[in-house]
C-alpha cells in the first residue's frame, strides 16, 4: 500500500521493537537513513537496530554519534530504506524477503514489496525523505541525525552536483545545517580525501581508461591485481565509476570490478541521452537515470564483450 | 565607506554608465558578480558595461544569455567586483588603480581601496553578496542572472564543498534554482566535463606529484612541457590545485604553474592546520584561509625551493 509522509509517521509512533534493513554494499545514503530513523525512534523511547548484510564503513558512521549502540530485542515492526528491490538486501534477503513491513525509498524502480511504500522518486537521496518523516513524527533533530541525513544526501548527490539535485535538496541540507550538520568536515571526508592506497588505485584506473563508440563510451576495469598492487580495498572504490563520465564526449561509462570469486560487477554512470536504468536492466540491474549497476556471473572480459555489444546498440540508436 | 547592502543598492540605484570591474584570470564568482550586476542594471533601465584584463572564458558565459552585449558609453560610476586589492585587476590596474568607486567583496583581505566598500566576509561567494543587492534594488532576478549567481556560487564553492559553505550558501542556491538556474547543467559543465587534453594533463600532474614534510605537504608542478604534450591551456588547470590537498594527511597542498616567460605562479590548498592567505602573503599574494596563490619572479625550480623551506618552518611550528 501506497503512504504518505503523515501515514508513514504515524504507524512508526504507533510501532515498536523495529528493525531496519539497509541495502547490501551499504552507500551513505542507506546508511545515514537507516541511523536517522533509528536515533529518531530511540528519541521516542522505542527499542530500534539497523542491520545490514555487509559492515558498516567507520567513514559514513563515525560522525553519527552512538548509531552503533545496538539493542538486541525480538523485532516487531520491519523497515527496510533505501531499498529498491529485495534482492538488494544481500544475504539478509533470505531472512527479511517477504516479511518487511515498510520500505522508504526514492528509486523509481521499487519493486513494490513491503506492505506499506513511502515513495518519492523526486526525492534526490532517501534521507531527504526520511527527514520529513522525522519532523512529521515532532522529533528532535540533534546533531546526530542531521549528521547522517547530510552524509546520505551529500553523497547520493555527488555532492550537490548530479541532474537528481533539486532546490529542495539545497533546502534540506540548509535546514540541516542550521540543526548542526558538519558539513564542511563531511564533504570533506567524503569528497576531497583519499587514502594513499586509493589514490594509487585511482591513478592505474585512469592510465587503463578505455574509449569505445567514437569516445562516446569509456570503460575502466578494476581487477583483484590492482588491489593487490595498490593495497586499496574494495570498498573505497566508489568514487571511480563518476571519473568515466566526465570525459568529454562520453555518454556512457561503465566500471566493471572484478571480485574476489572471478566474477564482476559493473556501475553505470551516464548523461541525459541513456537511462541507466534501462541499461542495467538489461543485465539483471536497476538503480537510477544517471547512475545504475549491475552484477554478472562471468569474469571481466566476458562482461565488457557483453556491455560492449550493447553500449553499440543502444548508442547506435541514439 | 563601509556600506551595508541597503546602501549599496541605494547608491546604485542613484548612478548610471556603469562600469563593472572584473580581476584577471577572471573565476566563475568574478564573472557571475559582474554579469548578473550588469544585467541587473540593464533591467533598471541603465547602461552598464563588465570588463576583465584577460578574455572571459565560454564556460563562464555560455549560459548567461546576453551577458556579453556590452554598450559603450563614457563611464561615470566604476564598480568592482570580487577584487580584493586593485593589483588583482591585472592591466586594467593602470587605468582604474585609484578611481574605483564601489567595492562589492568576500575577501577578509580586502584592501579597502573604493569610496564604497560592500564587504561580507562570511558569504562562500562575491555572488552570494551580489544576489542580495540585487534583491534590495528589487530587480526581478530571471534565468541569466539566476544562472550567473548560480555558477559563481558553486565554482567558488568547489561545489558546495569548501569549509567556505555556510547554510546561507545552499538557501541561496535553492533560491537560485526556484529562479530558473539550471543547477545540473552549470555543475555538470564546471565539475564533471574534462576535455581529452585537460584529462591528459591531470593524469601527468597526478603521476608527477610529490611528496614532502613527512607527506604533509603535497607538490605539483606543471610546465610548458607538459601543455605542450597534452595540447592543454593554462585556462583549464582550475581543477589540478585542489587535487593536491585531497591525499591523506596532506595539509598544504602546492601547485606550481610555469608561464610562457618562465616565471611561475603557486596555487596554495589548505587543511584548517594552515592558512593559506597567511602562507601566500610570504610570497607577496593573498587569498582565503584554505584556498590563495601567489606569483614569483623565478623559475619553477627556485619557486619551489622557496616554497618547501617556507613550508617546512609553517609545518614544523603546528
Known amino acids: 500500500m501506497k503512504i504518505n509522509v503523515e501515514k508513514c509517521a504515524r504507524i512508526l509512533k504507533e510501532k515498536d521493537n523495529i528493525l531496519i534493513l539497509t541495502h547490501a554494499h551499504p552507500d551513505g545514503d542507506t546508511v545515514g537513513s537507516g541511523f ?6 530511540k528519541q521516542l523511547g522505542k527499542k530500534a537496530r539497523v542491520i545490514c548484510a555487509d559492515e558498516f564503513i567507520p567513514k559514513y558512521t563515525a560522525l553519527i ?3 552503533l549502540e545496538m539493542p538486541e530485542f525480538k523485532e516487531e515492526f520491519i523497515v527496510a530504506v533505501d ?3 529485495e534482492n538488494l538486501l544481500g544475504s539478509l534477503a533470505d531472512a527479511y524477503a517477504g516479511k518487511i513491513d515498510m520500505c522508504i525509498d526514492h528509486h523509481g524502480t521499487n519493486s513494490d514489496y513491503a506492505k506499506y511504500l513511502l515513495l518519492n522518486a523526486d526525492a534526490a537521496a532517501a534521507c531527504e525523505i526520511i527527514l520529513k518523516v522525522i519532523k512529521a513524527m515532532k522529533v528532535r533533530i540533534d546533531k546526530p541525525i542531521a549528521n547522517a541525513l547530510f552524509i546520505g544526501i551529500t553523497t547520493d548527490t555527488g555532492c550537490f552536483r548530479y541532474a ?5 535538496t539545497y533546502r534540506a541540507a540548509a535546514e ?4 548542526g550538520a558538519d558539513n564542511a568536515t563531511i564533504n570533506r571526508i567524503m569528497f576531497e580525501t583519499k587514502t594513499r592506497t586509493y589514490a594509487a588505485l585511482e591513478r592505474l ?3 587503463g581508461m578505455e574509449f569505445y563508440c567514437d569516445n562516446r563510451a569509456c570503460v575502466i576495469t578494476i581487477t583483484q591485481d590492482m588491489y593487490k598492487k595498490t593495497g586499496a580495498s574494495e570498498f573505497e572504490t566508489e568514487g ?8 568529454e564526449g562520453v555518454e556512457l561509462g561503465l566500471t566493471i570490478r572484478e571480485k574476489p570469486d572471478g566474477k564482476c560487477k559493473c556501475s553505470i554512470r551516464t548523461l541525459d541521452s541513456v537511462n541507466a536504468a534501462d541499461f542495467a536492466a538489461n543485465f539483471g540491474g536497476g538503480g537510477h537515470k544517471q547512475a545504475a549497476a549491475c552484477r554478472f556471473e562471468c569474469g571481466v572480459d566476458e562482461a565488457k564483450r557483453l556491455l560492449l555489444a550493447r553500449a ?4 547506435a540508436s541514439k
Not at 540541516?176 to 540543526?179: E, G, R
Not at 553499440?312 to 548508442?315: A, P, T
Open 312 to 315: 553499440e546498440e543502444v548508442l
Open 205 to 207: 584506473a585512469i592510465e
Open 240 to 247: 571511480i565509476a563518476p571519473l568515466t563520465r566526465q570525459i
Open 176 to 179: 540541516l545545517i542550521d540543526l
Open 65 to 67: 554519534d552512538g548509531c
Open 164 to 168: 537528481s539535485t533539486t532546490s529542495n
Open 36 to 41: 536517522a530513523l533509528c536515533l529518531a525512534l
Open 83 to 85: 531499498v529498491a528491490t
